[in-house]
């Protein structure tokens, strides 16, 4: 329920929130429709903060809205995530380039952060889905940010958020996770030791292997997806369909 006292932009950012958080964790499918009445008495709000959170995903590309049928969420569009997938090869071996060209004594407190976090035992590593795709979303978005151009890391967390529906698909196989584990620890220490053919070839393979994954993604998994998520406990404001 919105505090009484909740101003008008505040709510329509919890909704807009929501919205989102309900696309990547399949509360909402791709294809989905629904209307701001709906929406609005879910979240107990009126249209109006509920329009404006519906109208920033439309723009943000998550949503389509239809004369006299309402919204719906983007179907996913193939195409334009081979695209996003190339962009991210281009973005993140810059960044490993630029990387390895620094002095060996030198490592960024982000590349510290992330050898903490991936270069760890089995019995260390995570195996929660979820918390693991979005680890390796930092992992990613951190060597752009290590690499030190702002806007470079600003277009890749862009294109990060608008992939990170499949990612989160791609966590829900156990074998993908303890792959990425061994992979990231390869990366890592090709880029500790300065070695950047090494380095900008496993992370390339790294990524067209997640690439490849996005293919084979079918409604089943999609929906497979959807039926874990409907096993845990239901959270205020989730169900628009009830």
């Not at 701001?36 to 389509?64: I, K, N």
């Amino acid at each position: 329920m919105p505090r009484a006292t909740e101003r008008p932009q505040s709510l329509a950012e919890r909704i807009y929130a929501q919205l989102k958080d309900d696309i990547f964790e399949f509360r909402l499918m791709p294809g989905e429709r629904f209307s701001e009445g709906q929406v609005a008495e879910r979240m107990a709000a009126s249209r109006t903060p509920v329009r404006q959170a519906l109208h920033r995903l439309q723009r943000e590309g998550f949503l389509d809205v239809h004369f006299r049928s309402g919204w719906q969420v983007r179907p996913l569009d193939f195409v334009q995530f081979d695209e996003l997938y190339e962009l991210r090869i281009v973005l993140e071996l810059d960044a490993v380039r630029r990387l390895c060209q620094r002095p060996k004594d030198e490592h960024p407190p982000a590349l510290q952060d992330l050898a903490r976090t991936w270069m760890v035992r089995k019995n260390e590593q995570l195996q929660d889905g979820s918390a693991v795709s979005q680890l390796d979303e930092a992992f990613h978005c951190q060597l752009l940010e290590a690499a030190g151009n702002r806007e470079m890391a600003r277009v890749h967390r862009d294109v990060s958020e608008k992939i990170r529906i499949l990612r989160r698909l791609d966590f829900t196989q156990a074998r993908r996770i303890d792959l990425t584990y061994a992979e990231h620890q390869r990366i890592l220490e090709a880029i500790l030791t300065r070695r950047s053919e090494e380095a900008q070839q496993l992370l390339k393979g790294h990524i067209e292997v997640s690439k490849a994954e996005v293919h084979s993604i079918t409604l089943h998994r999609l929906y497979g997806a959807r039926q874990r998520v409907e096993q845990m406990p239901e959270q205020p404001g989730h169900d628009l369909h009830a």
